[in-house]
């Protein structure tokens, strides 16, 4: 892997964290007031549809010659993990705690790609990365710590409704961790978009399974005319990052692109100052946690 294909490699991953982190902002609104399990369904098909549109200016029938049935697996594997399945958690995980702490548990994901790629991609980590991520975990720590959100309290909003917030966005990160590795194997061997396409309906049709199957609140009623506008908004968010999140893959490491992502915190944090100063409270130890975990980036794509 040269300097130059590494160098581009870093500067997608970079585009992507960037799209994502105002991807937050924009959830964050369409979730007011409306079932999360739709919400999730409802964009994740838009931003498919979107996808697939830029696709079918990028690609042809040749990109798919001499795609295996190993490749396709691994996109529907990552369609049905990193989309389907994680996002619903993690769009539960923002509307419970609210993004400042959701979204740093669920970028912990780095460390669970680390390891799968040193036995799936044959990929060696350096001590830097280990260096990196250990840092990017102090600054972690430090923002779960911090004090809780200004969002008011409902009576459904108690403990145990608060904890299955902090719950799914561990198990976000988990599904997150290994897709990365899906991601990588099957843009490897098959257009970056394509893959992205092909994944992003196997999520909006598993989105849409579990909103079907779902009896709870999340699920119930019907998307307030006002969310749509939010939900297109993040919609195409996703669509330019999803795809170069993807192109990074083919020509950095696998942990290298998503300890990338890891640094949206510092730009979710400005966003929420912002935006959401009425429902975030942002406090110095949120910030230094933010700052200790891009330092922690920093050290890893170095």
């Known amino acids: 892997m040269n300097l130059e294909s590494n160098a581009y490699g870093v500067l997608l991953a970079s585009i992507a964290s960037t799209s994502w982190a105002v991807f937050v902002y924009f959830i964050k609104r369409a979730l007011m007031n409306a079932p999360v399990l739709k919400v999730t369904a409802a964009m994740t098909s838009v931003n498919a549809a979107l996808v697939t549109l830029i696709a079918i200016f990028f690609i042809s029938a040749e990109d798919f010659r001499g795609v295996t049935a190993t490749t396709l697996t691994f996109a529907f594997l990552a369609g049905f993990f990193h989309i389907g399945i994680s996002r619903s958690f993690y769009y539960r995980a923002i509307h419970r705690i609210g993004p400042n702490r959701s979204i740093p548990i669920a970028l912990t994901y780095p460390v669970i790609t680390a390891v799968g790629a040193s036995f799936m991609l044959g990929e060696t980590p350096t001590i830097s990365i280990f260096t990196g991520l250990a840092i990017l975990l102090v600054g972690i720590t430090l923002i779960v710590q911090a004090e809780p959100s200004r969002e008011p309290e409902t009576e459904a909003q108690n403990a145990r409704w608060k904890l299955f917030g902090w719950i799914s966005a561990a198990v976000t990160s988990l599904l997150w961790g290994v897709a990365a590795v899906f991601f990588k194997k099957a843009s490897m061997n098959l257009h970056p978009l394509a893959t ?86 942002i406090t110095p130890r949120l910030v230094l946690g933010a700052l200790l975990t891009v330092a922690g980036t920093i050290i890893v794509i170095t």
């Open 196 to 281: 992205a396409a092909i994944a992003l309906w196997v999520g909006a049709a598993t989105a849409s399974i579990l909103m079907a199957l779902s009896r709870g609140e999340e699920s119930r009623g019907s998307i307030p005319a006002s969310a749509w506008r939010w939900i297109f908004a993040a919609a195409v968010c996703q669509a330019i990052a999803v795809p170069l999140y993807n192109f990074a893959f083919v020509h950095t490491l696998a942990v290298r692109v998503t300890a990338i992502i890891s640094a949206q915190p510092l730009i979710v944090l400005a966003l929420g100052w912002l935006f959401l100063r009425e429902m975030e409270n």
